[in-house]
């Protein structure tokens, strides 16, 4: 049994050190790797924009084919 304790001690030492190293880790780590996520974003906003933009004139020019297909079905059914 004293062997056994002796295991779920050092288990209960391994837990603690890992939270404690991925704290350090992270708190390190976690600003420059934000400040490049976030750049990343900035400079991707204009492109996302522009296909915005695209996005919306395809779907005029959907939306006025779609008109003009009825249009012509409507006539051609007179």
């Given at each position: 049994m004293k062997n056994e304790k002796g295991i779920a001690t050092w288990v209960v030492i391994l837990i603690i050190a890992?939270?404690?190293?991925?704290?350090?880790y992270f708190s390190y780590f976690a600003k420059p790797m934000a400040t490049v996520m976030m750049q990343g974003a900035d400079q991707a906003t204009p492109a996302i924009e522009k296909a915005q933009k695209a996005s919306e004139a395809v779907g005029k020019v959907n939306?006025?084919?779609e008109d003009v297909?009825?249009?012509?079905?409507e006539d051609a059914e007179k």
């Amino acid at each position: 049994m004293k062997n056994e304790k002796g295991i779920a001690t050092w288990v209960v030492i391994l837990i603690i050190a890992l939270i404690v190293v991925g704290a350090i880790y992270f708190s390190y780590f976690a600003k420059p790797m934000a400040t490049v996520m976030m750049q990343g974003a900035d400079q991707a906003t204009p492109a996302i924009e522009k296909a915005q933009k695209a996005s919306e004139a395809v779907g005029k020019v959907n939306s006025a084919t779609e008109d003009v297909a009825k249009k012509l079905k409507e006539d051609a059914e007179k």
